[in-house]
């Protein structure tokens, strides 16, 4: 198996656990925080609904630069949960369409993350996307499971059943 095929898989594993928990974000209160530091609910959301976009940004190019006016802006905001799961959808095709372009050499050769040209680290390619799609989706989706306990929404399980799911 090629690492682009590892990753394809794990990517659509992962994306539909991450579907379950977007869609029980509350439509009628998307700008709820648990803390004043806190993004809104529904930002946190598209954040997890944007990640799969470090596969491009990873594999497309040797280097990004935070300090340069190169990157993107975020997308958004996005009004509804539908608007987001949308999002995922598309960047979660985009991500597929980019791992399976390069050959397992590309994954393992050095990428930079810089700031106005000033190098913040140097990493295999493969590495990144662990860190930056697949680790950073883990993480805030385990954020957003906690905004679902405390506004009392039933939270999926995700790597079995949850307490919600008749198992705590």
Same mark, same amino acid.
């Given at each position: 198996?090629? %690492?682009?095929?590892? %990753?394809?898989?794990? +990517?659509?594993?992962?994306?539909?656990?991450?579907?379950?928990?977007?869609?029980?974000? !509350?439509?009628?209160?998307?700008? *709820?925080?648990?803390?004043?530091?806190?993004? !809104?609910?529904?930002?946190?959301?598209?954040?997890?609904?944007?990640?799969?976009? *470090?596969?491009?940004?990873? +594999?497309?190019?040797?280097?990004?630069?935070?300090?340069?006016?190169?990157? !993107?802006?975020?997308?958004?905001? +996005?009004?509804?949960?539908?608007?987001? %799961?949308?999002?995922?959808?598309?960047?979660?095709?985009?991500?597929?369409?980019?791992?399976?372009?390069?050959?397992?050499?590309? $994954?393992?050769?050095? *990428?930079?993350?810089?700031?106005?040209?000033?190098? +913040?680290?140097?990493?295999?390619?493969?590495?990144?996307?662990?860190?930056?799609?697949?680790?950073?989706?883990?993480?805030?989706?385990?954020?957003?499971?906690? $905004?679902?306990?405390? %506004?009392?929404?039933?939270?999926?399980?995700?790597?079995?059943?949850?307490?919600?799911?008749?198992?705590?």
């Amino acid at each position: 198996m090629t %690492l682009a095929d590892a %990753l394809i898989k794990e +990517l659509r594993y992962e994306s539909g656990k991450s579907k379950k928990m977007i869609e029980r974000v !509350p439509q009628d209160n998307m700008g *709820w925080k648990i803390h004043e530091k806190s993004m !809104p609910i529904g930002r946190l959301a598209q954040h997890i609904a944007s990640t799969p976009i *470090w596969a491009g940004r990873t +594999l497309d190019s040797d280097h990004i630069d935070f300090g340069n006016g190169s990157v !993107p802006p975020p997308i958004g905001p +996005l009004e509804s949960v539908d608007e987001i %799961l949308t999002l995922f959808s598309q960047k979660i095709d985009e991500a597929v369409e980019t791992f399976a372009k390069y050959p397992d050499e590309h $994954y393992h050769a050095q *990428w930079e993350m810089r700031n106005a040209g000033n190098i +913040l680290f140097a990493r295999p390619r493969i590495d990144v996307i662990r860190d930056f799609l697949f680790n950073h989706t883990i993480h805030h989706r385990g954020q957003l499971s906690v $905004y679902l306990r405390v %506004l009392d929404i039933p939270v999926p399980g995700m790597y079995g059943p949850s307490a919600d799911e008749g198992r705590g």
